[in-house]
Each structure stands twice: as C-alpha cells, then as structure tokens.
C-alpha cells in the first residue's frame, strides 16, 4: 500500500511569490493534516482538512492557506512569502474512527525563501 | 510552560541498552503519538495510544491519562535506532497535535 506522497521534494522561491505544496493521502483516508518544521523550531500544526472541508487552523496568518480536493488529495499555498517561512512542510493523513485517527506522515516538502 | 515536555533532551547509549524517553503533557487529550524522525527530516508513526500500553518488537509505548504522562521504550537498542522521538498528544476535541521538543537518542556500537 502507497504511503502519503508530497511534492515537489524541494522548492525554492524568491521573497514575495506564492509556493504551491501538494499531498496525497493513504488511499482511504479522509483526513489531511499540513505541519511546518522551520529550522530550529519544533513541528507545528498548521492546518486539518476532512472530507473536503477546512476543520482546525494552527496559529499562522491567513497567508498560509489549502484546500482538499474531491479524492481527497490536498493542497498548501503560501502567498507572499518570508524568509522565516523557509521549512519542512510535512503532511499527514488518517481515516477517523470516531474522533481519533493514527496519523501517518508524508517525507515533506523543503521549502525555501531566498 | 510548555505544553508537552520531554525528557531527557539528548540521550547516548551503547548498542544493546535499554532506553526510556518520558512525556509530560498539560493538555486534555483524547490520544497520543510517538513519531520517530530521521536525518532528512522523514516522520514515522510509531504509536498512537489513550490507554495503557503498546508493543512493536522492541518498542513499548505506555500512557497513564490520570497523571498526564507517557513513555517510550526500547529494549536491546540499535544504531539503527538513532533518531530523533517527538512524543505528540492530540488535543482533546480537535484532532491537532501538539508537539513536544523532540529527544534525540544517539545508540553507538
């Protein structure tokens, strides 16, 4: 069975420009969760999406923004980028039993802001 | 105060040791992960828990929600296992899991 799958493995974009990060879940699951790991920081949780709809946002400005698709696949976009948004951009997916899902993770995406 | 601690922060071993990492957590929870990252930044899922105790081969995760704390152990340790543990309790209700600094454990031969 396919694990979650990101692309692109790397990205590099100037100051000021949008990044694009996309995420494929584990067929079957319906939950997608974004996190970014900036350097020296820890992980942090930036956005939880299900069944298509944006249910639990971390504490980072609207510029950071995505969406779940119909197969359940997820997008990330970062408008206007900062310097300081150079990270590994990791997704993570589950199939929620009840309220509780084992999350499984994606190799990330290292993004960075020159 | 952070939310989750753990400890210690950095732990070196010699092949064949027993090791433990210890999580505290100050949020109501309805689970527990135990995620294990590589150099290059890779995450692996080693446990989700909310009740007692669980095996992996040589990995043993246990919780006791009552006094908000957790633990990971491993027996008969490996270079192999070298990497960093980040314990990660998702909050009560919301799915989102709060993250602990992370213990990097270096096993030498």
């Known amino acids: 069975e396919a694990g979650v799958t990101q692309s692109p493995t790397h990205l590099i974009k100037p100051r000021g420009q949008q990044a694009t990060l996309r995420c494929s879940p584990i067929s079957g699951h319906t939950s997608v969760y974004w996190y970014q790991q900036a350097l020296g920081l820890g992980l942090q949780f930036l956005l939880w999406?299900?069944?298509?709809?944006?249910?639990n946002r971390g504490n980072f400005p609207p510029r950071f923004s995505g969406r779940q698709f119909p197969n359940y696949s997820s997008e990330l976009n970062v408008n206007a980028l900062e310097l300081e948004d150079s990270a590994l951009y990791l997704c993570?997916?589950?199939?929620?039993?009840?309220?509780?899902?084992?999350?499984?993770f994606g190799p990330g995406t290292r993004l960075t802001v020159t | 105060k952070n939310e989750v601690e753990q400890s210690p922060q950095n732990l070196t071993a010699q092949e064949g040791e027993f090791i433990t990492i210890n999580c505290s957590y100050s949020?109501?929870?309805?689970?527990l992960h135990w995620l294990q990252q590589h150099p290059g930044g890779g995450i692996v899922s080693l446990f989700m828990l909310s009740s007692g105790k669980k095996k992996h081969g040589r990995l043993i995760a246990t919780i006791n929600i009552q006094e908000k704390h957790s633990s990971l152990h491993i027996t008969a340790s490996h270079p192999r296992d070298s990497a960093v543990y980040i314990c990660?309790?998702?909050?009560?209700?919301?799915?989102?899991?709060?993250f602990g600094k992370g213990t990097k454990l270096t096993v030498n031969p």
């Open positions: 993570a997916s589950s199939w929620r039993v009840g309220t509780i899902g084992e999350q499984y």
């Open positions: 949020v109501g929870i309805s689970a």
């Open positions: 990660a309790p998702t909050q009560g209700g919301s799915e989102k899991l709060v």
């Open positions: 999406y299900d069944e298509g709809e944006e249910r």
